[in-house]
């Protein structure tokens, strides 16, 4: 069985129940699944106000690098 910290960073996903939906997930902290059709994010962990902080400074500079993995310019995302 293989270590969870062997995983890539990011994984690209789809889902049979949006079949036109790609998702980025990231899975190192904080782990985050995102839509990249609708920019959309989900936290996979639990905040408290402490991490609002941390997370906040942490969230744009992940979310541009899971859309650099898929070639999309950051510019012109809209999820900022």
């Not at 904080?30 to 959309?40: L, T």
């Not at 408290?48 to 500079?61: H, I, M, R």
Request: aromatic letters at 8%; glycine letters at 2%.
């Amino acid at each position: 069985m293989h270590d969870i910290a062997e995983l890539p960073k990011f994984l690209i996903a789809d889902s049979s129940e949006q079949p036109d939906a790609v998702y980025v997930v990231h899975t190192a902290y904080p782990r985050f699944c995102m839509n990249v059709a609708d920019d959309h994010i989900h936290w996979m962990e639990e905040f408290d106000a402490e991490d609002d902080k941390e997370l906040a400074q942490v969230a744009e500079s992940l979310v541009a690098e899971a859309l650099g993995q898929l070639g999309i310019d950051v510019r012109s995302a809209t999820c900022f």
